[in-house]
């Protein structure tokens, strides 16, 4: 008996992301590259307006952004209004003890991988923690690049073990770190060499196949991470907390 055609054709094409999906990320980079400034009040209107889209995506849109920590809910009397979360001391801890455990967890996992397979991971973080040396010592290079090296060299660490939803609990963090990174971006890479001395603790650590001492590197890097952060403000000042 010859076989039927499948009723639905298949196609290589990507299904084409729904609007408020596409919202959502258009919106979350507007916060995170900061041209919605932190603190101010969110409007509907205007922002379907700024994005050519209807307020019914962008009110979904706004509920996932809230979900996720980049919109705060200000309450006064019986009314309430939505406005972009500040840049504080106390969220940037909360943030950098988060993305720390999560990392510290996978780490230690990392650690637990055979020989080989640290091997080739260690080869791969000590390349990337040279090219971060080689910038601590210029200071001389595009901060973004800074941050997508440093990145990196964080998520390999992840990739290499983690389950999917650690791996989705991490790339969820990375919008909110950049959120401070690009705002004290000029400062802190006049301490980076701080953070290549972590990293080097990090690789001996998971080199060595100690998930004990794998798991307190990653979480000091990030714990020293949010100190620096929090002399950063201390200068500067908090954004949008008012």
Same mark, same amino acid.
């Given at each position: ?102 990392? =510290?967890?996978? =780490? ?54 983690? =389950? ?79």
């Amino acid at each position: 008996m010859k076989a039927s055609a499948p009723l639905v054709k298949k196609t290589e094409r990507e299904p084409k992301r729904d609007s408020v999906t596409s919202a959502f990320l258009k919106l979350r980079e507007l916060i995170v590259q900061g041209q919605i400034s932190p603190g101010s009040w969110v409007v509907e209107a205007e922002l379907a307006e700024r994005l050519g889209l209807s307020r019914t995506p962008i009110r979904g849109a706004l509920q996932l952004l809230q979900r996720e920590g980049f919109i705060t809910e200000q309450r006064g009397g019986k009314k309430s209004r939505l406005r972009i979360s500040p840049l504080t001391k106390e969220d940037a801890h909360e943030l950098y003890m988060i993305v720390g455990n999560i990392e =510290g967890m996978a =780490g230690a996992l990392t650690a637990s991988l055979s020989e080989e397979k640290r091997g080739e991971l260690c080869k791969t973080l000590q390349e990337l923690n040279q090219r971060l040396g080689g910038i601590a010592v210029t200071k001389k290079v595009e901060l973004r690049l800074v941050f997508e090296i440093d990145t990196r060299f964080h998520h390999e660490i992840v990739a290499a073990s983690a =389950g999917p939803r650690l791996l989705v609990l991490h790339k969820m963090m990375k919008p909110q770190i950049e959120r401070y990174w690009r705002l004290y971006a000029h400062t802190i890479i006049q301490d980076l060499h701080h953070s290549v001395s972590e990293h080097e603790e990090i690789i001996a650590a998971i080199a060595s196949g100690n998930m004990k001492a794998t798991e307190r590197a990653l979480s000091n890097n990030w714990k020293h991470g949010a100190e620096r952060i929090h002399q950063l403000i201390d200068l500067f000042g908090e954004r949008g907390s008012w």
